[in-house]
């Protein structure tokens, strides 16, 4: 559908050249070491056939001696010598596949995940951005020195243009990567001081497009709570207004729902996750974009039940439809870097012309 053949098949005879490339590259080595074995094997066979002559000159042994001797010495060597290029090989083959293991061990190839040791129960959901400066790679700063502080039972809602760091805030919130400079506290500890039940047992990423299990919807709620009683499960599919909807299908909760939830649409999906978070309860709810696929009646009755949760939960919603975001305690704008002004909507509609303008996007749209 895109296309794309040509760009495909241009990569795979890139991918085919390098491979042979390779290829030759080992067979340059092979034959490197099959010429220094024959030589050593000439060289050896000379250096016997020396030796006979001289013992068959000093009446050592005899002829017939010797040239069973020959014949049965060279056929020994000629086996040491595949045994030894065999073994040089085998050697090889060997160098690679640790120099593989090592890189991943050595974190060379993906870095691996630290955490601290201190545990954290239950948290309140505090928490706090301290000078944070983060950028993927190091040329370039994608959050530049960025300050915020979010209190416990907060509904908080980001906004900016795309690719201006507010995903990225999330992921740093749950330490998928870590700062170059700063702090980032939870309950004013240090998030690299946590360990990891305390970091991620305590918050949901309700995503674009959240992952849903080849499993039956019950079972893709229980993975997160093993102990889920049937009252819990159709009280989160209630709040997530996905009720109606299974309650329509044949085996109901016991559907199966495919391969990454293949028999549901995108807006079922995200219910199914926003489901799953409710099932979860924990502290704090992080939606990106979660309610893009949405419907605008289910939109709005998902914004309903995001505010009841309001003061229970600390929830910060990225939306690119701001009437997701209205209704929030604080909302946040993300420009170049940083938080360049936050306040609520009635507030930010009247001073910041960046929100103006967002706003009025959207009503054109
Ligand atoms: P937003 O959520 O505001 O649209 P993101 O936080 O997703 O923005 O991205 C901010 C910037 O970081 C963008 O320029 C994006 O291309 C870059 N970026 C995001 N994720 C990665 C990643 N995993 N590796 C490298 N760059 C990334």
Do not use: W
Not at 163 to 188: A, D, P
Not at 212 to 234: A, C, G, H, P, Q
Not at 317 to 337: D, F, P, Q
Not at 342 to 357: A, D, K, M, P
């Amino acid at each position: 559908m895109l296309n794309a053949q040509n760009s495909f098949m241009i990569k795979l005879e890139e991918n085919i050249t390098e491979q042979n490339e390779k290829r030759f590259e080992m067979g340059k080595i092979n034959r490197t070491y099959i010429y220094i074995i024959d030589t050593l094997k000439a060289l050896f066979e000379l250096g016997l056939i020396i030796l006979l002559i001289y013992l068959i000159k000093n009446n050592v042994i005899t002829v017939a001696i010797a040239v069973a001797l020959f014949n049965y010495k060279s056929g020994i060597m000629t086996l040491v010598m595949q045994h030894i290029s065999s073994y040089l090989e085998l050697a090889k083959n060997f160098n690679i596949s640790c120099d593989r293991v090592f890189s991943i061990l050595d974190n060379k190839d993906f870095a691996k995940e630290k955490f601290g040791n201190e545990h954290l129960e239950d948290i309140n959901g505090n928490f706090e951005f301290k000078n944070v400066t983060f950028g993927y790679n190091e040329n370039k700063k994608v959050l530049d020195n960025i300050n915020f502080k979010i209190h416990s039972g907060e509904l908080v809602g980001f906004v900016g243009k795309s690719g201006v760091g507010k995903t990225t805030i999330f992921n740093l919130l749950c330490k998928m990567y870590s700062i170059q400079s700063g702090e980032i506290l939870i309950e004013n500890i240090n998030i690299n001081e946590l360990d990891e039940d305390s970091i991620r047992g305590n918050m949901t990423i309700i995503s674009q497009n959240p992952y849903i299990f080849n499993l039956s919807i019950r079972d893709n709620l229980k993975l997160v709570k093993e102990d889920l009683t049937d009252e819990e499960m159709y009280n989160a599919c209630k709040i997530a207004c996905l009720d109606k909807f299974i309650e329509g299908l044949p085996n109901k909760y016991d559907t199966i729902v495919g391969e990454a939830g293949v028999i549901l649409s995108g807006g079922q999906k995200q219910r199914l996750a926003i489901a799953r978070a409710f099932v979860q309860k924990t502290k704090i709810i992080l939606f990106d974009e979660a309610t893009s696929s949405l419907d605008n009646e289910t939109q709005s009755e998902i914004q309903k039940a995001i505010s009841n949760l309001k003061n229970e939960y600390t929830i910060l919603i990225i939306a690119h439809r701001l009437s997701t975001i209205v209704n929030c305690n604080k909302i946040m704008i993300v420009e170049e870097g940083k938080i360049s002004d936050s306040g609520t909507h009635e507030e930010l509609i009247n001073r910041n012309c960046t929100y103006q303008v967002l706003c009025q996007t959207e009503m054109m749209k």
